[in-house]
């Protein structure tokens, strides 16, 4: 049986999304969410952005009361 590689990124580097970062890809969220962090300047284009531990910790800290309504609403 064949294996696919899946690639996370858009690109052939497997770099974050962050402007001046260079770690390696560890999760990859919506560029929608990500752009609404104004601490997290994301470049190129596509509907997924990805982020290293570093730039996750920052999105994850930045949208915990957004996350926190929304378990509210359920």
Do not use: H, W
């Amino acid at each position: 049986m064949k294996r696919r590689d899946i690639n996370f990124s858009d690109t052939l580097d497997d770099c974050c999304s962050s402007v001046g970062c260079n770690n390696p890809i560890k999760r990859s969220v919506s560029r929608k969410k990500a752009d609404a962090i104004s601490s997290l300047n994301v470049e190129g284009t596509g509907k997924k952005v990805s982020l290293c531990q570093d730039c996750y910790r920052i999105f994850k800290k930045s949208t915990k009361k957004d996350r926190d309504m929304e378990s509210f609403g359920r």
